[in-house]
């Protein structure tokens, strides 16, 4: 009981069978923003409808998702269930684990912020090998 309320409260739905309890390294429920740790530490974060494309490489185990301010790389055994759960606006949160998900980089576009800006903002990004 809470307050001056005689009626105990009542469970919702939401708190019954909330998001999910996933062991993987994101998390799923929907949010308008999914965020991205990356090797760094660092967060970066956008809106699911910025998302411009998309690639996997079963080969790799690598996922690319490419947004205005550069390309997310995902890689790792799960990067596809990842991928499945992003592609339906579930996966909200990743954070590399080693093991179900190796690595999490960013790479910014060279045309969204010039290379200098890009180390003020933090030295860990910029180059880097794309290639499949």
């Known amino acids: 009981m809470s307050g001056n309320n005689p009626h105990p409260r009542v469970p919702t739905l939401k708190d019954l069978y909330g998001p999910k309890q996933s062991s993987f390294p994101w998390e799923e429920h929907q949010a308008e923003i999914v965020r991205f740790w990356i090797d760094s530490g660092d967060c970066w974060g956008f809106l699911f409808h910025h998302v411009s494309g998309t690639y996997y490489s079963a080969k790799e185990q690598r996922l690319l998702i490419d947004c205005g301010l550069g390309t997310i790389v995902v890689t ?14 579930r996966a909200t949160l990743i954070k590399a684990d080693g093991k179900d998900i190796l690595s999490v980089k960013m790479h910014l576009n060279s045309e ?8 003020v903002v933090t030295p860990e990004i910029g180059g880097g090998d794309l290639s499949l």
């Open 112 to 119: 969204g912020l010039a290379k200098k800006d890009a180390e």
């Open 76 to 89: 790792g055994p799960k990067a596809l269930e990842f991928y499945e759960q992003f592609s339906n606006h």
